[in-house]
DNA sequence: GTTTTCACCGACCGATCGGTCAAGCCCGGC
DNA sequence: GCCGGGCTTGACCGATCGGTCGGTGAAAAC
């Protein structure tokens, strides 16, 4: 299931591709991610690679194509790659398992990731942009559907499986702006960890019942 | 406390500003947050506003200084207007009243946040945004002061505190690609939602009863 | 009545933008 | 030999970029 695994310096499904296109796919992505689309020319590019400017429309009929294989021909199997690493077992764990894949996702291709959440995301007159949300769509419904199944299983709380989608994808989504990849821990990690704390909460203690007669304010107390 | 609520049109923290001033800013953050730092113009800017490029000039020096006013201006008090709104109380308490707090700003100031949160974030000409920089740092430490308070207090679990305030901070920040403010619930109520998750978990209490042959899920309890 | 101040504008500047094009370079097949 | 065809280039295009300049008209200050 992993045969779109052709990738070179984290330009993910880019199969059939020369070493040039890779290295103005990895260079341009890289740019986009840090300058974002209009910031970055295709000098820019060019110069990166070390390569005329005229090369690059060799290769690629124009900026947005370049840009449309290294967004969206990145997050293209996204719902592929997450998928094929969800494990049978019960749901909470599947969730897990899609966080961590995930992650798993952002850490292999990572200035891809940051250049197509990054750029030009709410410019509504951009064709390729619809597919990329299409297939965006599709990553969240799965979500919530193992997070229904959770659900239905009684593995967790009947929370609103839409809003419940948003913060766990957000926890991923916003990884990006303060992740350093020089740090110890791993983005697997530190999803592993955000699924800790959304899954059994903050809270101490047991869960004693809840103190549900109870306003909010006087609530609990376990003096220091 | 409030006497810096000097706004219009979502236009924060501007006390003392002319009119025409604040249309630009209200503009200029309307356009940097839909289209980037970049991809706005001082022409787009004009237009928007329908007066001249000239007129730009006589009231800013240059694109950056309008910028600054747009994102530092108004991150400037975010600390400020987040503090002010901590009751006393338990500190879980008022962790969900930072979050509140927090959304309730994003309500107000929504193109500017978003501009200030999406435009060239990472700069490497980061001397323009060391500031506010230095002002989302205080605010992100003190939410950590209020995670650790709740912590010493005992009620919530020796949790990472940065990264617990990373998810929390994740789950507000990433909010403004997903939220309609044409939808019914407001950016508070969606705070809240996401603190009952993160601080109550997602999984079932006790009060659920054990399928009796179901295997045990694989042993994720962290014991305190 | 004169001068100063200030909001405002149209024309313009050099630089850079995305993109084009005709021509060279290189290399395997005749 | 020399012939095609893919890789590569520098010169160039019109458009647009951020920013400047000289000036206008009306109110405020003297």
Redesign the pocket.
């Known amino acids: 299931m992993t045969e779109l695994s052709t990738m070179k310096d984290g330009v993910a499904n880019q199969a059939e591709a ?1 070493d ?1 296109v890779l290295q103005i796919l990895a260079e341009a992505g890289r740019l986009f991610a840090s300058k974002g689309f ?1 910031g ?5 590019i060019a110069l990166a690679c ?6 690059l ?2 290769h690629f ?4 194509e370049i840009y449309a294989r290294v967004a969206v021909g990145s997050t293209l199997e996204l719902y592929l790659f997450v998928r094929d690493r969800i494990p049978d077992g019960p749901p909470s764990q599947k969730i897990r398992a899609f966080m961590v894949a995930t992650a798993e996702y952002f850490r292999r291709y990572r200035w891809a990731w940051i250049a197509s959440t990054t750029a030009f995301w709410n410019d509504p007159d951009r064709q390729r942009h619809k597919e990329r949300l299409t297939r965006r769509d599709r990553f969240e419904n799965f979500l919530r559907g193992l997070i229904q199944e959770a659900i239905d299983a009684g593995e967790i709380r009947k929370v609103d499986v839409p809003m419940t989608g948003r913060l766990i994808l957000s926890s991923l989504n916003w990884m990006h702006r303060w992740y350093n990849p020089n740090k110890s821990a791993t983005p697997e990690q530190i999803a592993d960890t955000f699924f800790d704390m959304i899954f059994n909460g903050l809270r101490s203690g047991e869960l004693v019942e809840l103190p549900a007669a109870e306003p909010p304010k006087a609530g609990r107390r376990k003096s220091r």
């Open positions: 020369s040039r209009e970055t020319s295709m000098r820019d070390g390569i005329s400017k005229s090369l429309y060799h009929s124009n900026k947005d």
